[in-house]
């Protein structure tokens, strides 16, 4: 009798200890199972706004290397300088409706803003002029304004072509006397605006062989959906 005691408490004992150590895990698992389903929401949303901040740090960073080279340029080419202070103003939300042909930003007669001015993405990064002037906004024509045509040169050539703006601006009426590359920059010569700001550079150069002009696709050196402030020349 005593030897089977001692066996049922040892069977007990063992069993206790392997079946505890199995539903312990079990437990373990489940409530980390739990948890894990409660944080993948919450990892998500923070991943998906980490990549929003990096977005913005690039196009930022990319915007900065775009105004330096403009001032490059400008330097090298002996532009006219424009030292004026600049007016900094927000930009009123975009979303959803606006087509991008016309901003409105926060900032008007008040702060010397005048209508005509030219508007900044950056500094020497053409983006606009001011059209129409409110004691406290303004309403900008940006180059994405199908409307809105700029006299332009293009490279260190400083090759004759026209702004055409629109959703996607080109330079066209490019007289064919000398040759323009990808990468050329283009900048603004117009009468109405300083000269030498940069509006973009070429993307792409499409030729006919029967016509006297080419025409170049631009890229601009930053979104307009990015830019949460613009800088205004006195």
Same mark, same amino acid.
């Given at each position: =009798?005593?030897?089977?005691?001692?066996?049922?408490?040892? %069977?007990? #004992?063992?069993?206790?200890?392997?079946?505890?150590?199995?539903?312990?895990?079990?437990?373990?698992?489940?409530?980390?199972?739990?948890?894990?389903?409660?944080?993948?929401?919450?990892?998500?949303?923070?991943?998906?706004?980490?990549? #929003?901040?990096?977005?913005?740090?690039?196009?930022?960073?990319?915007?900065?290397?775009?105004?330096?080279?403009?001032? #490059?340029?400008?330097?090298?080419?002996?532009?006219?300088?424009?030292?004026?202070?600049?007016?900094?103003?927000?930009?009123?939300? #975009?979303?959803?409706?606006?087509?991008?042909?016309?901003?409105?930003? &926060?900032?008007?007669?008040? =702060?010397?803003?005048?209508?005509?001015?030219?508007?900044?993405?950056?500094?020497?990064?053409?983006?606009?002029?001011?059209?129409?002037?409110?004691?406290?906004?303004?309403?900008?024509?940006?180059?994405?304004?199908?409307?809105?045509?700029?006299?332009?040169?293009?490279?260190?050539?400083? &090759?004759?072509?026209?702004?055409?703006?629109?959703?996607?601006?080109?330079?066209?009426?490019?007289?064919?006397?000398?040759?323009?590359?990808?990468?050329?920059?283009?900048?603004?010569?117009?009468?109405?605006?300083?000269?030498?700001?940069?509006?973009?550079?070429?993307?792409?150069?499409?030729?006919?062989?029967?016509?006297?002009?080419?025409?170049?696709?631009?890229?601009?050196?930053?979104?307009?959906?990015?830019?949460?402030?613009?800088? %205004? =020349?006195?």
């Amino acid at each position: =009798m005593r030897y089977l005691i001692i066996v049922c408490v040892t %069977v007990f #004992l063992l069993g206790a200890i392997f079946y505890g150590g199995v539903f312990a895990r079990a437990t373990n698992s489940l409530v980390g199972q739990v948890k894990s389903a409660f944080a993948l929401p919450f990892l998500f949303v923070k991943g998906a706004f980490l990549r #929003l901040d990096i977005a913005k740090e690039l196009s930022d960073t990319h915007l900065e290397n775009q105004s330096l080279r403009a001032e #490059l340029l400008a330097r090298k080419n002996d532009f006219p300088r424009h030292d004026a202070p600049l007016i900094a103003a927000k930009v009123y939300a #975009l979303y959803p409706l606006n087509d991008k042909s016309v901003v409105t930003i &926060v900032g008007g007669a008040s =702060m010397g803003i005048r209508e005509g001015a030219a508007v900044l993405a950056a500094k020497g990064i053409f983006l606009g002029q001011v059209v129409r002037v409110g004691n406290d906004w303004s309403e900008v024509r940006t180059v994405f304004d199908p409307t809105h045509d700029i006299p332009v040169r293009i490279g260190s050539s400083a &090759v004759n072509g026209l702004l055409r703006g629109g959703a996607s601006p080109v330079v066209t009426l490019i007289a064919r006397v000398k040759p323009i590359v990808v990468g050329d920059p283009v900048y603004a010569t117009s009468r109405d605006l300083p000269y030498g700001l940069v509006v973009g550079s070429v993307s792409e150069v499409r030729e006919n062989p029967g016509a006297a002009f080419v025409e170049a696709s631009l890229v601009l050196p930053y979104s307009l959906h990015d830019l949460s402030t613009v800088f %205004v =020349m006195r």
